[in-house]
């Protein structure tokens, strides 16, 4: 079992920035072995990727409506995946979700949910215009 936990949502105006983190844990979570990635969910929408990071870190990949604005980073030592969320907007409004996937290197990149295994409770984005 991995569990994840994620953190660092808020309210936020236009153009703002906000920070979330993820932290993994449980018996069978290796850092060096599950890719993480974070996904949304707007309010009558079906959740959607938003980015993912290889078990090294050293790839990365983004959903086109946010490549430039996010970054996803891991570190490995504290079982942590963070994102950074930067020149927020309006329709970046959600719950974030952070999952976690075994296929770790294979099929790269992971951008389908049926790719994760486990999932977070999700943390709530607001962005006011």
């Known amino acids: 079992q991995v569990q994840l936990v994620e953190s660092g949502g808020g309210l936020v105006q236009a153009g703002g920035s906000l920070r979330l983190s993820c932290a993994a844990s449980?018996?069978?979570?290796?850092?060096?072995?599950?890719?993480l990635g974070w996904f949304r969910q707007a309010p009558g929408k079906e959740r959607e990727f938003v980015a993912t990071i290889s078990p090294s870190g050293g790839n990365t990949y983004y959903a086109d409506s946010v490549k430039g604005r996010f970054t996803i980073s891991r570190d490995n030592a504290k079982n942590t995946v963070h994102l950074q969320m930067n020149s927020l907007k309006p329709e970046d409004t959600a719950v974030y979700y952070c999952?976690?996937?075994?296929?770790?290197?294979?099929?790269?990149?992971?951008?389908?949910?049926?790719?994760?295994?486990?999932w977070g409770q999700g943390t709530q984005v607001t962005v006011s215009s």
């Open positions: 999952a976690a996937s075994s296929f770790g290197d294979t099929h790269w990149p992971q951008q389908e949910r049926y790719q994760y295994d486990y």
């Open positions: 449980g018996r069978t979570f290796s850092s060096y072995v599950w890719a």
